[in-house]
Nanobody
Framework: QVQLVESGGGWVQAGDSLRLSCTAS????????MGWFRQAPGKERELVAA????????YYSDSVKGRFTISRDSAKNTVYLQMDSLKPEDSGIYYC????????????????????????WGQGTQVTVSS
């Protein structure tokens, strides 16, 4: 399984933007569908965005659709999450995740409730949005 390292989190005000990065190592990056999850205190971890290996297919949760954009750069083994018009409810720890057995965005979406079974996780990056 691939190793993942997130970066780019921080403290911002409502309406601001942040770009998160997740860099992969240890396996062929293009083998993986990539997902961004977030977890707020006291809440369940949720899938906010996912992208197929060739960027042809993406998924966004209803709560971020139209404000967040997921993308990937195979030359840099990196997946990004551009977050615009941030809201306080976007606060939480953001994780990128992948699993060699997940080969489509649809399969990643099925893992929304079974996220603990995904094989690769980063350490997470904190995003705090103040009102």
């Amino acid at each position: 399984q691939v190793q993942l390292v997130e970066s780019g989190g921080g403290w911002v005000q409502a309406g601001d933007s942040l770009r998160l990065s997740c860099t992969a190592s240890g396996d062929a990056f293009d083998n993986y569908v990539m997902g961004w999850f977030r977890q707020a205190p006291g809440k369940e971890r949720e899938l906010v965005a996912a992208i197929s290996w060739n960027s042809a297919s993406t998924y966004y949760s209803d709560s971020v659709k139209g404000r967040f954009t997921i993308s990937r750069d195979s030359a840099k083994n990196t997946v990004y999450l551009q977050m615009d018009s941030l809201k306080p409810e976007d606060s939480g720890i953001y994780y990128c995740a992948a699993d060699l057995g997940i080969t489509t965005v649809e399969a990643m979406c099925i893992m929304i409730k079974a996220w603990a079974h995904l094989g690769s996780w980063g350490q997470g990056t904190q995003v705090t949005v103040s009102s």
